[in-house]
């Protein structure tokens, strides 16, 4: 009996640690900053031609759409995201 309680307890300590090592979703303020730069972002797009990519998610200016992606991503692939849309803009302009 005293083995399979500490059993338990160890088993329930060994996972307690291991799910802060998981994927965590931004939270709503981190969102909404988010997905107010990445309407920014596109429509600077949308006004150079050389940028206008205009296609996908990526390129929408709904807002509402980047915001409910972000809030289910991972805080790095949100910054991903920023990041790839930041360095298409900045080497389009330089065309």
Not at 74 to 81: C, D, G, Q, S
Not at 82 to 90: K, L
Request: proline share 4%; aromatic share 8%.
């Amino acid at each position: 009996m005293l083995k399979c309680l500490m059993t338990l307890i160890f088993s329930t300590l060994a996972l307690s640690l291991l799910l802060p090592l998981g994927a965590h979703a931004a939270d709503p303020g981190f969102c909404r900053d988010y997905a107010t730069a990445a309407v920014r972002q596109v429509e600077i797009s949308r006004s150079t031609a050389a940028c206008n990519r205009g296609v996908g998610p990526r390129w929408t200016t709904d807002y509402r759409v980047h915001f409910d992606w972000c809030l289910g991503a991972n805080p790095a692939a949100v910054e991903a995201e920023r990041g790839a849309r930041t360095n298409w803009i900045r080497s389009c302009r330089g065309m």
